[in-house]
């Protein structure tokens, strides 16, 4: 009988990724704890660019997504991200989340904290409660020459992790 002694490692965290050449992009990313492992969605009118970053960068699982149309990819990303004006938030995120796995992350820049309830009540709508919220206002800065594809480099970011609340049971 052959027997194998495997030793266990302690668990330490993976050192952090690389940082992008993007301020608000690579800000956006360590906020949401992102991994270049992590399949990432991007929904928005500079998901092209921001997908683009990415995968130049070596995150080789993105994608960008106008909104969430089959049961197949429902629940399938790690992080969420959201761009464009604040007043187009709250519908883009709706149309979205259902791509965001439980556990997962959605995050986006915004103008003022103001921005953040239409998100939260999308999150609300799709059944989904928020985990952990993490902010980071950042250090406003207009005459950036590099405000990054997020078009924010010293501005507020949020991140929220999420988790879908419990279905309801048809009863006959």
């Known amino acids: 009988m052959l027997v194998t002694k495997t030793a266990i490692s302690e668990q330490s965290d993976p050192p952090p990724d690389p940082p992008l050449d993007d301020p608000s ?30 995968c130049r960068a ?3 699982r993105v ?8 049961a197949g990819a429902d629940e399938t990303s790690d992080l ?7 007043d187009s938030l709250g519908g883009l995120a709706a149309r979205t989340l259902p791509l965001l796995r439980n556990g997962g992350v ?20 799709r059944g ?3 985990i952990t919220s993490t902010l980071d206002p950042g250090a406003p800065n207009p005459g950036d020459p590099n405000p990054g594809v997020l078009g924010a480099a010293g501005g507020l970011i949020v991140a929220h992790r999420v988790r879908r609340q419990g279905r309801l049971a048809l009863v006959s």
Do not use: F, K, N, W
């Open 128 to 130: 989904m409660e928020v």
């Open 80 to 86: 969420l991200i959201l761009t464009g004006p604040a």
């Open 58 to 60: 070596g995150y080789a």
């Open 106 to 125: 959605v995050a986006a820049c915004l103008e003022q904290m103001d921005d953040d309830p239409p998100i939260r009540g999308a999150l609300l709508v």
């Open 25 to 54: 992009l690579d800000r956006l990313l360590r906020l949401a704890g992102a991994r270049l492992g992590y399949s990432i969605s991007v929904a928005g009118p500079a998901s092209l660019e921001v997908m683009v970053a990415l």
């Open 63 to 70: 994608e960008c997504a106008r909104q969430a149309t089959c």
